[in-house]
């Protein structure tokens, strides 16, 4: 959903637009190679990578948000969304050293 959400708002030619939408991308991405592992070190790599881009996307959003180039109800719900998806890697991540 964030990938998607990011398309439909880069579509308007935002600054930064394109370090914004290939973070947004590499969050799955990354999330799909992961799971393609086994659990342990190599998955959790792949779930800090894509961590990582869902911080960065994340920022780069609100750079974007501060300068006003995004109002306030396309900011938020996507801010959130990304805020609970670097929660849940977190969480994957810590599962994976546990067992």
Do not use: C
């Not at 959790?44 to 750079?63: G, I, K, M, T, V």
Request: glycine content about 4%.
């Amino acid at each position: 959903m964030v990938v998607d959400d990011v398309n439909r708002l880069l579509a308007s030619r935002l600054p930064n637009a394109r370090q914004v939408r290939e973070a947004a991308e590499s969050i799955s991405a990354n999330i799909q190679e992961g799971f393609g592992r086994d659990a342990g070190p190599d998955r959790n790599q792949f779930l800090r990578f894509a961590r990582a881009s869902a911080e960065e996307a994340n920022d780069r959003l609100r750079a974007r948000f501060a300068a006003e180039d995004i109002p306030a109800n396309v900011y938020w719900p996507l801010h959130h969304r990304l805020v609970a998806i670097v929660r849940m890697l977190t969480n994957l991540m810590s599962e994976g050293k546990r067992r």
